[in-house]
């Protein structure tokens, strides 16, 4: 049985799809295989792994809307064992399209289970928008578990705070088997005072039982993406390629605890 794991935080430019391209390439190459779903409709995640947003048709906006199938939508990537759901800027009029749709935030819940797909992947990883809608309210009411990328600057724990207040609603009015996967401290910068300051505000904010990663500020890591590739592809001996490797393997273990 799979585990689903939604990237999630209301705050955008945190690094949620830097997170899910590379956390998915990794965990691929640990010879598990994994589903990442694009559910931000700017597709950046869908663009970072290679695909060309302009030649595909069937994505998960087709998908919601039921005028296409699962088998139909899900492309394989140029990563051995990880395949996408794709999407592209329609999937921003989802909202209003769905708006009168019966059990609207169970649509992704309902596509996964009746299409057995947590029997078919070993992980199932969904790249949220940076805000609290109807996408990542279907993520996280679907999701066994949250990964929250975390910026190391200022308002950081502002923004923590925020995020686990929704997160908490969801878990008591629709998802009560979520749980928190844990924090991905990203751009840390361990020369100043600021990271290092945020980090221990977060360690003390949330205690020590989360599982928590830093990954550092990369020029490699923002390259990346322009090439659709992930960062095991493009500079695997980068700092950052070495922080989501052990990122990966982390939850690797937890989902086998």
Do not use: W
Not at 128 to 141: K, M
Not at 189 to 206: A, I, K, P, Y
Not at 228 to 245: F, V
């Amino acid at each position: 049985m799979g585990k689903i794991i939604s990237v999630a935080n209301q705050k955008g430019g945190v690094g949620k799809t830097t997170t899910v391209i590379n956390l998915a390439s990794y965990i691929a190459e640990k010879n598990k295989t994994v589903l990442v779903i694009d559910s931000d409709p700017q597709g950046n995640t869908t663009t970072g792994l290679g695909i060309n947003k302009k030649a595909i048709s069937k994505t998960l906006y087709t998908l919601m809307t039921k005028t296409e199938t699962v088998d139909n939508v899900i492309i394989p990537t140029e990563v051995e064992n990880l395949s996408i759901i794709p999407t592209d800027i329609q999937l921003s009029g989802a909202e209003i399209e769905l708006v009168d749709e019966k059990g609207r935030e169970f649509i992704l819940k309902n596509i996964i289970e009746e299409n057995a797909l947590k029997d078919k992947y070993d992980f199932i990883i969904i790249d949220c928008p940076p805000s609290l809608n109807i996408l990542t309210i279907n993520a996280l009411a679907a999701s066994d578990s949250v990964l929250i990328p975390l910026q190391c600057e200022f308002l950081a724990l502002e923004g923590l705070s925020q995020f686990l207040h929704t997160y908490n609603l969801i878990k008591k009015k629709m998802n009560n088997k979520i749980e928190i996967e844990g924090i991905v401290f990203t751009m840390f910068d361990g020369r100043t005072n600021l990271s290092n300051q945020v980090v221990e505000e977060v360690n003390h904010f949330v205690g020590e039982s989360i599982y928590k990663c830093v990954i550092p500020r990369s020029i490699r890591l923002s390259e990346a993406p322009s090439y659709g590739l992930p960062i095991s592809m493009y500079d695997r001996k980068s700092k950052g390629a070495q922080a989501y490797e052990i990122l990966a393997e982390g939850i690797i273990r937890n989902s086998e605890v």
